[in-house]
């Protein structure tokens, strides 16, 4: 019997002022799915830990399985004979993509027991159909990055056209997950649909400026073009004490904050682990003065995305 275990990253979805266009893998945390091709036809969830029971196991309902049939119609091969295992090892509902982890392992799993039929870029339409599933949408901002690895461009959606950007070495992130429930569903139906000209100036301005800073290996212009004043300014009500926990990361040698995703968890780039240590114990002190738990996880950009584990 074949089989594979599979891990893929979270990812920082937006990047502050790229909403939907632009994100990035992380080494740690995420995903781990374990996956065996079996005689008997169908996808079938045969275990989820990590989840508290949240997740679906019906198989036409998970993220996982769903992505997974679409690209076994895909190939030819529906009705094959798969049964998986998913590995929770990330909060659900935290903005780290934690459904995108579960989909992208799947996917690299499934492709790669195929015989790596579609490259990883060709993957992402298949994790798209789960994260239209999971929040409306099929946002690609955090399945693209988890494929691909590094940061990953999504200059448009129709057609699905994807840019690998540089990473800057020496780029390093800060997270800390606040432990408050901020479903993607209810933090994307919360921004307004229609945006001012002058407003949108401002916007361009920002994610032209961290692209460049991305290819110039630019942490300083990288940092000053990490503003969002679209989504920040109404996303942050969700988040507890947000602006205080962006001071404490920009005056301890954050290059710039935001939240990660749709949130609640936030994140810093900074230019060393060590400045990012020191960012996530003094964010989670507050946060624990406030009597909220949290997590936290410092991690270089993730440049390779999914791997083999067994
Ligand atoms: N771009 C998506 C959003 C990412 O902000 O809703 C969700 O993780």
């Known amino acids: ?54 997740l679906p196991t019906a198989a036409a309902k998970n993220t996982v399985s769903l992505s997974v049939q679409h690209y076994l119609a895909h190939i030819g091969k529906p009705d094959l004979g798969v049964e998986i295992e998913l590995y929770k090892k990330m909060p659900i509902g935290s903005g780290l993509g934690s459904s995108s982890a579960s989909t992208v392992a799947g996917l690299f799993a499934i492709n790669n027991l195929m015989g790596n039929l579609l490259t990883a870029e060709e993957l992402v339409p298949f994790a798209m159909k789960g994260e239209e599933m999971a929040c409306g949408y099929g946002h690609a901002d955090n399945v693209a990055p988890a494929l691909m690895g590094g940061f990953v461009l999504v200059k448009s959606y129709d057609p699905l056209d994807l840019i690998r950007l540089p990473t800057p070495s020496g780029l390093h992130c800060a997270i800390v997950f606040p432990e408050v429930d901020v479903p993607t569903r209810d933090a994307r139906n919360m921004i307004r649909s229609k945006v001012l000209l002058k407003d949108a100036v401002v916007q361009w301005g920002n994610i032209a400026g961290l692209v460049s800073g991305l290819f110039m290996s630019d942490l300083d212009l990288i940092g000053r073009s990490m503003k969002d004043i679209l989504v920040e300014p109404v996303r942050s009500i969700l988040i507890p004490d947000f602006y205080k926990m962006k001071e404490i990361a920009l005056e301890n040698g954050a290059l710039g904050f935001g939240i990660s995703g749709s949130g609640p968890s936030v994140f810093a780039f900074t230019r060393d682990e060590q400045t990012s240590h020191n960012i996530t114990t003094k964010i989670q002190a507050h946060l624990t003065s406030l009597n909220i738990t949290s997590q936290a996880y410092c991690s270089a950009v993730n440049t390779v995305g999914p791997k083999i584990l067994d």
């Open 1 to 54: 019997m074949q089989s594979i275990k599979v891990f893929a990253p979270a990812t920082i979805a937006n990047v502050v002022c790229g909403y939907d266009i632009l994100g990035l893998a992380v080494n740690a945390p995420g995903d781990e799915v374990l996956m065996r091709l079996t005689e008997k036809q169908g996808i079938v969830i045969n275990k989820i830990t990590g989840d508290d029971g949240r």
